[in-house]
T-cell receptor, first 111, second 114 residues
């Protein structure tokens, strides 16, 4: 069966520091991969999605970037975090025309 | 573009009460429809889905019927439990979209009191 792993589960970072969140999927090949952000008490905002290695689409302009160095690995990065980057970050995967499946999320707090 | 609207919460019910969370959508094509549930501090879990008109998705006592004529996908449960307390998201996916992206509603928080 397929599984998705996100880490770390929680992270506290100072303003201006770099960020790297990692997501890996097991048990499937060539999945679509997604990064979402959920602000406190709010809905989900799609940040990036990828349909293949090295293919990244950005949905909103922001301080973040994403990379897909391997088929089942999706990384969310920032060179300098802002206070507004705080939130709950969710990774998800899907196959074509199938539902998305989500990881457990990373709670990011910026101080 | 596509959009999903769901009732604002929080919805507060007593245990064993009947639950309805309304969801309506706007889409240009023939979307698939989903309900996801998010328990406190966790990611989203797929609760149920429907891929064509008049389909009924069901899981764990929850049901939702794809109503094309009213563009709705309301979530129902006959008797809620305290453990159902969570945030519920309605979402759609356009099968014409190569990225298989989801359009989410804003979420509805359900609180069930014993």
């Amino acid at each position: 069966s397929q599984t998705i792993h996100q880490w770390p589960a929680t992270l506290v970072q100072p303003v201006g520091s770099p960020l790297s969140l990692e997501c890996t999927v097991e048990g499937t090949s060539n999945p679509n991969l997604y990064w979402y952000r959920q602000a406190a008490g709010r809905g989900l905002q799609l940040l990036f999605y990828s349909v293949g290695i090295g293919q990244i689409s950005s949905e909103v302009p922001q301080n973040l970037s994403a990379s897909r160095p391997q088929d089942r690995q999706f990384i969310l990065s920032s060179k300098k975090l802002l206070l507004s980057d705080s939130g709950f970050y969710l990774c998800a995967w899907s196959l074509l025309n199938q539902p998305q499946h989500f990881g457990d999320g990373t709670r990011l707090s910026i101080l | 573009g596509d959009s999903v609207t769901q009732m604002e919460g929080p919805v507060t019910l007593s245990e064993e009460a009947f639950l309805t969370i309304n969801c309506t959508y706007t889409a240009t094509g023939y979307p698939s429809l989903f309900w996801y549930v998010q328990y406190p501090g966790e990611g989203l879990q797929l609760l149920l889905k429907a891929t064509k008109a008049d389909d009924k998705g069901s899981n764990k006592g929850f049901e939702a019927t794809y109503r094309k004529e009213t563009t709705s996908f309301h979530l129902e449960k006959g008797s809620v439990q305290v453990s159902d307390s969570a945030v519920y998201f309605c979402a759609l996916s356009d099968p014409e979209n190569a990225g298989n992206m989801l359009t989410f509603g804003g979420g509805t928080r359900l609180m069930v009191k014993p």
